[in-house]
Structures are given as C-alpha cells and as structure tokens.
C-alpha cells in the first residue's frame, strides 16, 4: 500500500489509540506509568466542571475546515477495524488504568490533507478528574515513547509489503513547550520504510491537549519532512483554546 495510506493509518488510527487507550488492564488500580501521578495545570477549572462535554461541543472543540487554508481538503474521518486490536497491545504495554470505560463521548474531526501531509484531531469527554490524571501520567511515564515505538512499527508493517525494513522512533516531551498551558505534552516521531533500496520517512507528530473532563489530540504527519511547525502551532492553539472552555 501507498504512502499516503500509510499517513493516514498512522495519523488517524493511532491517535485514537493514544488518545483513548492511556490505561492498562480493566482492573482499577491507581497505578500509574512512572509510578506517580500527574496533576494538570487546569485541575481546579476541571474539578468544577461537573458535567462531562457531550458529542455536539466535542465537535467544537475539533478541528474544523475553517481552522485551514483553502488549499487542505477533509474527508470524513472512518472508524478502522483494527482500532479495537491495536488499542488493546497498547494498553498490555503501558499496563496502566484503563480508562476508556470510563468515557461519556468522543468526537473526530475530518482527516485534512494537502499533498502528503495529513492531519486530525480528536477529543474525548471523561466523566472523572481521575481519569485525566491518569492519562497525563501515563503521557510522562517511562513507558510511553517505548510502546510508541512499538505501535508505529506494527501499524507501518500492516500497510508495507511483507518483508519491508521499518524502523520507528519517538519522542515524547511533558508540559506545553512554549505553547498553550492546557498542552500535557508533544510528541515526535519518525517512521523509516525502505523498499528496492530506497527509503522513505513518514514525520509525525501528536499533541496532547486537557480541558475541562476533557482530553483532545491533534495529530500531524507527512513524508519527508515535518508538517511546518508555524502550521502546526497554530493548528494546536485552535483546539487547546476551545478544548479550555470545554
């Protein structure tokens, strides 16, 4: 399969299994990766927000066509079959709190495209303050970036020819980075397929974003060369200031 499919597995299907799948087993224990836990900046907005976000300002909180220049085209975000599967490898992973069940509702925006770079957002209302703080501690812990890696590189060999020389790194960095305060953390990553010789780098990057019971993710990728990072930011700053209304 093409590049571009494999963009869209990577930029759309693992950040629905980032996003939703922070936890571990069904058991609910506290534990976290890192074995502490990490309150977020937005806690005393959060704790006073009694009722979780539903679908209809979910769907705000997203990205939307209005958020890109003319030239980004967006096609209805799909649901992937293997989304299920993959999100279960990642919780056995992090072996953290499942916190999925716990969800009230979750919204996708459409998957924008401009050449090969593809982006997509999505956000999920919570109806515990404790769930979020597991998740953003799961976000910081050890644990993350080296399942990250993992699940990359199982996504990209489903969408390879059998036998393709995938090499998958990412990196995760906790805290806003400059950007807005409700940002938890950024990650980046490089996926390297090499066929006939050649070699090819998927760039990806995903944004972890906190509101009100609410957690939001917006998700770059593109061959060759990182979505340009003014195009990006400004993509982040749309969804983290309506994600901090809830």
Same mark, same amino acid.
């Given at each position: ?13 693992? &950040?629905?299994? =980032?996003?939703? &799948? ?9 534990? #976290? ?19 979780? #976000? ?27 079959? $293997? /989304? ?8 056995? %992973? ?11 509702? *979750?919204?996708?925006?459409? /998957? ?9 957002? $999505? ?9 979020? /703080? ?12 080296? %399942?990250?890696? !993992? ?6 060999? !489903? ?17 806003? @980075? ?14 390297? +397929?090499?066929?006939?010789? !050649? ?9 972890? =974003? ?6 939001? *993710? ?5 061959? @060759? ?15 983290? +200031? ?5």
């Amino acid at each position: 399969m093409g590049d571009q499919h494999l963009l869209r597995v990577c930029a759309a299907g693992l &950040g629905v299994v =980032i996003l939703a &799948g922070c936890g571990g087993s069904s058991s609910k224990t506290t534990s #976290a990766a890192g074995g502490s836990r990490t309150p977020l900046a937005t806690s005393p907005a959060t704790s006073r927000s009694a009722t979780p #976000a539903s679908l209809a300002q979910l769907e705000k909180i997203v990205l939307g066509e209005a958020d890109f220049p003319a030239a980004w085209t967006g096609t209805a975000h799909q649901a992937n079959a $293997s /989304d299920a599967a993959w999100r279960a490898s990642f919780v056995r %992973c992090l072996a953290v709190r499942d916190t999925y069940g716990d969800k009230a509702s *979750e919204a996708f925006s459409q /998957d924008f495209a401009l050449g090969d770079a593809v982006v997509v957002s $999505s956000a999920i209302s919570y109806r515990s303050q404790s769930d979020i /703080d597991t998740d953003v501690a799961a976000i910081h812990g050890p644990k993350f970036a080296p %399942c990250i890696d !993992q699940l990359m590189k199982n996504q990209a060999a !489903q969408s390879q020819p059998p036998g393709t020389p995938i090499v998958a790194s990412f990196k995760i960095t906790p805290g806003s @980075g400059g950007g807005p305060p409700n940002v938890v953390g950024t990650g980046t990553g490089t996926i390297k +397929t090499g066929v006939n010789g !050649q070699q090819v780098v998927h760039y990806l990057s995903f944004t972890y =974003i906190a509101g009100p019971l609410i957690e939001a *993710e917006v998700d770059t990728t593109n061959v @060759g060369a990182p979505v340009p990072a003014s195009e990006a930011r400004s993509l982040v700053a749309a969804v983290a +200031t309506r994600a901090a209304k809830g």
